[in-house]
């Protein structure tokens, strides 16, 4: 039997469309809504998938009610309503992914497998609800081509609604097109589920005749049709209500931004349109301005000078093209005090067209006086650096090469070099290869080290000297600030001193020479004047008279050879030839000798001579004591000869910080003050004085102590006398046993129970090996071997085996320490005990000594109970390590044993 079909009415079908598009675009403007909301965002989306569910429900059932069929039809409750629930439901889940998951396209793909998931259930479900005494069929063909339809649908709407999201322009069009899209896709996915659907009698029936061939369905379903549209409709409206007021709300929330944007700008805002006229202008510009509200101007050229209207002019064309600018102009006030300002021109753009522009205008007065200023300094800077007498550059590395970025000052153009030609150049460009390969070097040390350099140089005849000075960023060179100055001059003065100096040199060698040959010239006849006036002395013929001229010849003479030694003396020192011999000497030994000395001559003027000795035993001078001697005798010669009779003279020495000061003071008749500069110059005598002298005599004490490393200085007071003292530096010592009655007395037997010994004596002078023989000669055990250099003391060491080498630190060959170290690495001698012997008594030197790995240290002049009590002590004590090594040895056979023996202290005497 043929299957039954109906017929569509076409104003049915029109208004089944259109209520799927309008529910199909309220349902995503509330998805669009969802995505813009903060809060309550799943209401939105119960709403929305009511809405399309509804929307897609009263589609179907109004194309059901436009369907027309030749027998009754009726419609199920239960599954129309399930159909309805079933289509927001599945919407629900569909619009919930699209609103709350939007940012991947498959979001969008699952959203639309749900939506068509609803459409298609709704309409076969519904279908379901039709109630008939007919068999409903469906063509498989159609079903699935129905169900394509509403998943593709769903797809492409859905797809346009991303692109919506992404581009976010256009928004209201693509949500129509979706809308259309959707809708039809309902449409066409619902009719052409009609398409294959048909109806049949029951098997066994016979068609019954009807008389009405137009069934109409009940006036309940029309209702709810009309009820469902009706609601759709109110939402529909309600929703471009929201829309609408949003879209004001937005639009007055713009001008009020824009509003404030303006008028609280701190900058100059105006808008004007492309005639020239100003349209709107902010308070902050009244004020730059300085005008009054009425007295605005109407045109944007009256705020500018004429100078600057073309550039007006051509920023105004740039904003017709939709180009913003921006450039720095002064504007007129009212008060004819112009207004530099930073201006920035920005079209607006309305309706696609350029219908004017902003600008924005900033206060930069200070800013350009600034710049003006700093350019100012840089000029004054420049031009400084450019009028210096010497020249400053700066170079850095391009492409491994040094270039060039800064030069002036007037010694480049001392030089023959223009600055021009240096800047952006390698020293390779403006100088010859020679000097530019040796500067290039320079350049080169100073880039790699990081480290300041001064280097000097010569170009055309003139001396200059170059300082190059890293500057660093991260710890690496990025270029070398370099500066020179010209030493010519300096260099002229340093070659007139070398040729001074050695002009004076060979003045003083001549004076030197003169002197000699002066002294040895008078000295012959003086060696006949005295000679004879000795004789003379002696003879007893003579009167009173006559032998009283005869001790003035004597007098005279004697003196004349005083003056003569005086001026030799002198003179070496001077020329720098005096040989000094230093040596311990305690201050008392030096001063009670010069006392004595002068104590006749004290007596014969009637001058007391007092002195006071150095309270401390341990403190001694390391000095020529000759020369010192000479200094003091020459102080006290004046102390007693400027004296006044019956006067007296005091001698005493301190210790001070350090020093040991000798002082020799007078009650004689002082030194004037504009004279105390001048007394130690030679020949210098003092005006107005009577007493003989030749004025060298203090002049001598100056060079001495000079020599010596000390100072000399005078108080004196003009009729009360005057107060001369030597300051030289002091060393202390440890005195221990040596001086005590028991260690005086050297146990002779001790000595002898030693055994016999051999000693190495490594000595240059001939004195100090006569007193150690002279020293040894009591003990017949001790055998002593000479060496009078280095290398002989080395060589006689290596030969001979010797159980203590004694070496001198100066040797006329090598230095004892080169000696000792050769002896410590000599398998034959690295055992034996050295002992330095040394007239150096510095505590630093004594210290080198014993770290450089001699056994002990012994200063001259020696004390001969305290050498041979530490020979005794060194013997005795290597002796008693052998007796208890050897009874150890003896009570342990089976392994060896470990000890460790303490080393002994020992103080040192001197």
């Not at 700008?265 to 004007?272: D, E, G």
């Not at 001559?601 to 403190?619: C, D, P, Q, R, W």
Request: aromatic share 8%.
């Amino acid at each position: 039997m043929m299957g039954i079909t109906g017929y569509h009415d076409p104003y049915f079908i029109v208004i089944s469309a259109v209520i799927a598009v309008v529910s199909s675009y309220v349902s995503l403007a509330i998805s669009a809504k969802v995505a813009e909301s903060d809060k309550g965002k799943a209401a939105w989306v119960f709403l929305g998938s009511i809405i399309i569910g509804l929307g897609i429900w009263s589609m179907h059932f109004t194309a059901m009610l436009g369907y027309r069929l030749p027998f009754p039809v009726s419609y199920r409750a239960t599954p129309a309503v399930l159909s309805f629930l079933l289509a927001v439901c599945w919407s629900f889940h569909a619009l919930y992914i699209v609103s709350y998951h939007r940012k991947k396209g498959w979001h969008f793909a699952l959203s639309g497998s749900f939506m068509g998931t609803a459409i298609s259930l709704l309409h076969y479900v519904g279908m379901v609800a039709i109630k008939t005494e007919m068999v409903m069929h469906h063509h498989p063909f159609f079903v699935c081509l129905s169900i394509v339809l509403s998943f593709f649908a769903s797809f492409l709407a859905l797809f346009i609604l991303f692109m919506v999201y992404r581009t976010n322009s256009g928004q209201v069009f693509k949500k129509t097109i979706s809308s259309i899209v959707v809708g039809c896709g309902i449409a066409a996915m619902h009719y052409t589920a009609m398409k294959g659907m048909s109806f049949r009698l029951p098997h066994g029936q016979e068609a019954r005749p009807i008389e009405q061939t137009i069934a109409i369905p009940t006036d309940g379903l029309a209702d709810i049709l009309a009820f469902i549209t009706l609601a759709i409709l109110i939402m529909t409206s309600t929703m471009i209500h929201i829309e609408r007021r949003e879209v004001l709300r937005q639009k007055r929330l713009t001008e009020v931004h824009y509003q404030c944007l303006v008028d609280r700008n701190p900058h100059l805002v105006l808008s004007v349109d492309f005639n020239g006229r100003i349209t709107s202008i902010n308070p902050k510009a009244i004020e730059m301005l300085q005008v009054r509200q009425g007295d605005l101007p109407d045109n944007v050229y009256d705020l500018f000078f004429r100078k600057d209207h073309q550039k007006i002019e051509e920023c105004l064309a740039k904003a017709k093209k939709g180009e913003s600018s921006v450039l720095s102009v002064p504007i007129k006030t009212d008060r004819d005090n112009p207004v530099m300002m930073e201006l920035t021109l920005i079209p607006i753009i309305g309706d696609k067209d350029v219908i004017g522009l902003f600008m924005i205008g900033k206060d930069v007065t200070e800013l350009v006086e600034y710049q003006e200023r700093i350019k100012k300094v840089q000029q004054d800077l420049w031009n400084t650096i450019c009028q210096q007498q010497g020249l400053i550059f700066k170079f850095t590395k391009r492409d491994g090469r040094f270039v060039h970025t800064l030069c002036g000052g007037e010694l480049f153009h001392h030089l023959g070099i223009d600055p021009k030609h240096v800047l952006d150049k390698t020293v390779h460009d403006f100088l010859p290869k020679p000097i530019a390969d040796k500067k290039e070097r320079y350049y080169q040390y100073a880039w790699e080290t990081g480290e300041a350099l001064y280097y000097e140089g010569n170009i055309n005849g003139i001396d200059y000297l170059v300082s190059l000075r890293p500057i660093k960023e991260n710890g690496q060179v990025t270029e070398i600030i370099g500066s020179a100055i010209d030493i010519t001059e300096r260099k002229m003065m340093e070659k007139a001193l070398w040729q001074a100096k050695e002009e004076a040199e060979k003045a003083n060698e001549a004076k030197s020479h003169f002197i000699s040959r002066l002294s040895h010239e008078i000295r012959t006849p003086l060696n006949g004047v005295l000679g004879f006036a000795q004789l003379l002395e002696m003879d007893d013929s003579l009167n009173t008279e006559q032998r009283e001229l005869v001790r003035e010849i004597l007098g005279s003479a004697r003196h004349l050879l005083r003056l003569m030694n005086d001026m030799l003396d002198l003179a070496k020192m001077e020329a720098g030839k005096s040989h000094l011999l230093y040596d311990v000497v305690h201050p008392n030994e030096v001063i009670e000798e010069s006392v004595k000395w002068m104590e006749p001559l004290a007596k014969k003027n009637n001058i007391s001579l007092i002195y006071k000795a150095f309270s401390s035993e341990h403190v001694y001078l390391y000095t020529d004591a000759t020369r010192l001697r000479q200094a003091l005798l020459n102080l006290l010669d004046n102390a007693i000869k400027y004296n006044r009779d019956g006067g007296t003279v005091v001698v005493e020495g301190t210790e001070e910080q350090g020093k040991v000061t000798i002082r020799v003071k007078d009650s004689g008749i002082g030194i004037p003050d504009e004279e105390k500069e001048n007394i130690f110059e030679p020949f210098y005598r003092i005006r107005g004085n009577q007493v003989d002298g030749n004025g060298i005599g203090l002049a001598f004490v100056k060079q001495v102590v000079r020599l010596l490393g000390g100072t000399i200085a005078v108080n004196s007071k003009l009729g009360k006398g005057s107060e001369f003292s030597i300051s030289l530096p002091a060393i202390r010592y440890v005195h221990n046993g040596p001086h005590s009655p028991l260690n005086k007395r050297v146990n002779q037997e001790r000595l002898m129970q030693i055994g016999h010994k051999k000693i190495l004596y490594i000595e240059d002078h001939a004195s100090n090996l006569k007193l150690l023989e002279y020293i040894l000669q009591p003990f017949p055990n001790l055998s002593l071997t000479f060496a009078n250099s280095g290398g002989e003391g080395l060589q006689k060491a290596a030969d001979g085996q010797f159980d203590l080498i004694l070496i001198d630190i100066h040797l006329p060959d090598f230095s004892g320490y080169t000696v000792l170290d050769m002896l410590r690495h000599n398998e034959r001698t690295s055992h034996i005990p050295i002992i330095a012997i040394s007239a150096n008594a510095v505590p630093k030197e004594i210290k080198k000594a014993l770290q450089a790995g001699f056994t002990d240290y012994i200063t001259k002049p020696l004390d001969v109970s305290a050498f041979l009590e530490k020979l005794v002590g060194l013997w005795e004590e290597s002796l008693a390590y052998k007796e208890s090594d050897v009874s150890t040895h003896n009570k342990n056979n089976e392994g060896e044993i470990c000890r460790e023996k303490s080393k002994k202290e020992r103080n040192m005497s001197f």
